[in-house]
C-alpha cells in the first residue's frame, strides 16, 4: 500500500528538491507533479508508485552522513568584519550565505539575504557597507556530528539554508541543499 499523495509535496521539500528534479529522476513531467501536487489531477498508481519507490531509494542510502555529505573547506566571516569584506567574501566564494565566527564559536550567520533587507529600508544604501557584521548579522546555523543521517540534515535544511557540521569544539565542515544532491548519487 502507497503512502497518501499528499504527502508528495512535503517529501519532496523536505529532501530539498524542487517539482523539475523529482520529474526529472522519476521519469514524469515537471507539469505532472505539480498537478499531482495541487490535487487538480487524478494521477495514475504507476506515476505515483515511481515517485514513493524514488522517496524509498533515497530513504535506504540514509546511511549517508554528515562528514559525506559536507563541504569541509568553510569560507565564514568574523562578527567585527565590515559588511563590505563579508560581502566581497560572498562574492568571490560564489556563495550567498556564510557562518559569522567569533573566537572560534558560531555566533551567527550573514548573508545575501540580510544585505537586501536594510537596503530596501534604507535611504543611503552605502552606509551599510560600513556597519560591522554582528549588527546585522541572523541567528547562527544549526550544528550537527559528522555521523547525523543525511535524512535529519534534510529536515533541518527545511527550515535554515545551512547546516554547520561540528566534531567535538571543531567545525569540520557545512552542508547546504546544494550539498544534499551528493545523497543522490
Given amino acids: 500500500m502507497l503512502p497518501e499523495i ?8 523536505i529532501l530539498g528538491l524542487t517539482q523539475s528534479e523529482l520529474a526529472k529522476r522519476c521519469n514524469l513531467s515537471q507539469s505532472l507533479v505539480a498537478k499531482i501536487e ?12 515511481q515517485i514513493f519507490d524514488f522517496f524509498m531509494a533515497l530513504e535506504s542510502q540514509s546511511a549517508l552522513s554528515a ?18 569584506r563579508a560581502a566581497d567574501s560572498l562574492r ?8 559569522v ?6 555566533v551567527g550567520s550573514f548573508g545575501e539575504e540580510d544585505i537586501s533587507k536594510l537596503i530596501a529600508d534604507s535611504t ?11 549588527e546585522i548579522m541572523s541567528p547562527p546555523f544549526a550544528s550537527v556530528p559528522p555521523g547525523t543521517p543525511v535524512s535529519s540534515i534534510a ?3 527545511s527550515h535554515g539554508k545551512a547546516v554547520l ?7 569540520c565542515g557545512i552542508i547546504t541543499r546544494a550539498d544534499l544532491l551528493k545523497a543522490l548519487k
Fill in 92 to 99: 568571490k566564494g560564489g556563495i550567498s550565505q556564510v557562518p
Fill in 165 to 171: 557540521v561540528v566534531d567535538g569544539k571543531k567545525v
Fill in 38 to 49: 495541487s490535487g487538480s489531477v487524478s494521477p495514475s498508481y504507476s506515476a505515483v508508485k
Fill in 6 to 13: 499528499s504527502e508528495i509535496k512535503s517529501k519532496r521539500k
Fill in 67 to 84: 562528514r559525506e555529505i559536507m563541504t569541509p573547506k568553510i569560507t565564514s566571516v568574523s562578527s567585527s568584519d565590515l559588511v563590505s
Fill in 124 to 134: 543611503k544604501p552605502s552606509d551599510i557597507l560600513k556597519m560591522r557584521v554582528h
Fill in 101 to 106: 565566527f567569533d573566537g572560534g564559536a558560531a
Fill in 155 to 157: 529536515s533541518l535544511l
